[in-house]
Nanobody, 124 residues
């Protein structure tokens, strides 16, 4: 069992930056692939970025490629999402997710554990 707690959300102006963090419980964190998803009001949850258990592979949605960076620190059981050049359309609740099977992809079906989410609001 893994418990995930997100932090770092907030209100930022367009063009600004935020760094989200996800703290995971459990001794087996380093064996899980991790990902970030987001959900805007009235929209479906969408994939943002994923990272393999070692950190050696990363995968991004086209909408955030070049602006967002996912990273992890297995010694601290944390995964981060550095978000730069934020746009109003990035406004959403951001969720951290973990995959027992090491899935690194965009389908939310591949992830077994989810955090409660953190709100990111980008003003124009």
């Amino acid at each position: 069992q893994v418990q995930l707690v997100e932090s770092g959300g907030g209100l930022v102006q367009a063009g600004g930056s935020l760094r989200l963090s996800c703290a995971a419980s459990g001794r087996t964190f380093s064996f899980y692939a991790m990902a970030w998803f987001r959900q805007a009001p009235g929209k479906e949850r969408e994939f943002v970025a994923a990272i393999s258990w070692s950190g050696g592979s990363t995968y991004y949605a086209d909408s955030v490629k070049g602006r967002f960076t996912i990273s992890r620190d297995n010694a601290k059981n944390t995964v981060h999402l550095q978000m730069n050049s934020l746009k109003p359309e990035d406004t959403a609740v951001y969720y951290c997710a973990a995959s027992r099977g090491g899935f690194v992809g965009s389908s939310y079906h591949g992830y077994d554990y989810w955090g409660q989410g953190t709100q990111v609001t980008v003003s124009s």
